[in-house]
């Protein structure tokens, strides 16, 4: 079972900061202009950023620590490229196998403190999924649902609509990407996403509205990405949720545990807030990790 990934495997990172990439570059050209989203590929890794966030959540550096180090001219580098656009904060993302031995000097030196923790998991696609009750029937949906599916993603999360709903949408019609649903009354009421590169399949997002919640339409949707990610060829499945701080429950990494993913790591948020300055130190920060049983976010 996940015996080609040891700690030090890109192939976690990569597929998530390949599908974030993806997702934030694939929003209309008046979309971008209007967020002011940027994206681009750096050292082996991808810098996002979005100026106008009205969440403080689309910004971020991840993938890093492969193709090369993870070194103090590298932060300098992205934080200088976030701070030019002058965006209210990002979030910078490494598997903690990459982070050097002066990890705690670099950060310091650029202002970098410490927020929420995801955990990254995996799944492996050659055993089956396990048994338990069907849950709701889950739909796959193309563009012309498009709207009505990034609308409950987006609503399911708390985030406002608009132009990040614009973007969401947009993603739908992206040859690698598959949009999920569940409905009660023949109404939308839970939403997922999922992103396919060659052997590797990445969850993205899956939401339900509140008061539809506790049915089942996570495990559901699970299910149906995890048996679609199987026919596609891929091998191996990777999600992220936040980690459960003590006396919490994440009711998406226990979902998640039974449809059989299995915890690789716990990787820190380290964020870039548009107040500090260089040379400041800091250990709070806006809280950008997934909030459960929503679902995991993009």
Request: glycine share 10%; net charge negative; aromatic share 8%.
């Amino acid at each position: 079972m996940l015996t080609f990934l040891h700690p030090q495997s890109s192939l976690a990172e990569l597929s998530e900061a390949e599908a974030m990439y993806q997702f934030e570059s694939s929003a209309p050209t008046a979309v971008r202009d209007a967020l002011g989203i940027e994206c681009v590929r750096l050292a082996g890794g991808v810098v996002l950023s979005m100026r106008e966030d009205p969440v403080n959540y689309w910004s971020k550096a991840l993938g890093f620590g492969f193709a090369g180090p993870v070194t103090a001219d590298l932060i300098g580098e992205i934080c200088d490229f976030y701070r030019s656009r002058k965006g209210p904060s990002a979030v910078l993302q490494f598997a903690p196998s990459v982070l050097p031995p002066d990890w705690e000097k670099i950060r310091a030196e650029y202002a970098l403190s410490r927020g929420s923790s995801w955990v990254k998991l995996a799944r492996d696609l050659s055993t089956d999924v396990a048994n338990g009750p069907a849950g709701p029937p889950v739909e796959r949906v193309g563009p012309q649902d498009a709207q009505e599916w990034a609308s409950v993603l987006m609503r399911g999360f708390g985030m406002p609509e608009g132009l990040l709903v614009e973007m969401t949408a947009a993603f739908a019609a992206h040859p690698c990407f598959r949009a999920y649903v569940t409905r009660s009354g023949g109404e939308v009421v839970a939403a997922a996403g999922m992103y396919i590169g060659g052997e590797t399949a990445q969850l993205l997002g899956a939401a339900t509205l509140a008061p539809h919640r506790g049915r089942g339409a996570q495990t559901a949707m699970l299910r149906a990405r995890i048996a679609d990610a199987t026919a596609a060829g891929c091998r191996v499945i990777f999600a992220e949720t936040g980690a459960e701080a003590p006396g919490a429950h994440n009711t998406s990494l226990h979902n998640m545990a039974r449809a059989g993913f299995v915890p690789l790591y716990t990787r820190v948020n380290w964020t870039l807030s548009a107040e500090t300055v260089p040379g400041a130190e800091g250990e709070s920060a806006p809280d950008s990790g997934p909030d459960e049983e929503t679902g995991s976010r993009p």
